[in-house]
């Protein structure tokens, strides 16, 4: 998800360096509790299952991609554009089935 407008809006791009957090569904502490029926919940930090539908290895760094995926950065991203990355793959997927794998937000 990307701030876009003063709101939370799903990816539309890759790589982009206004992703600030991922989709979660099973939030640990929910910060403002005024929020918690009225939207998405958004993981900033820890670990999260991720929507990707790309071949990923277990420790890829992974940027935003469209549709609200996450791909595995080139190393352009890992040089130069290293405020997109997202996070982390703690979890391989061997196709490029859409499919939820668990991620370390950074």
Request: aromatic share 6%; hydrophobic share 40%.
């Amino acid at each position: 998800y990307i701030i876009k407008e003063g709101k939370v809006t799903l990816s539309n791009k890759r790589s982009s360096s206004l992703a600030v957090g991922v989709c979660s569904d099973s939030a640990a502490m929910i910060m403002k509790e005024e929020y918690k029926d009225k939207g998405i919940i958004i993981g900033l930090t820890g670990t999260v299952k991720t929507w990707v539908k790309s071949k990923i290895k277990a420790g890829d760094e992974l940027v935003s991609d469209m549709g609200g995926f996450a791909t595995k950065a080139n190393i352009f991203d890992k040089l130069f554009n290293r405020s997109a990355i997202i996070g982390k793959a703690m979890e391989s997927s061997f196709d490029c089935a859409e499919k939820r794998i668990l991620v370390l937000l950074k």
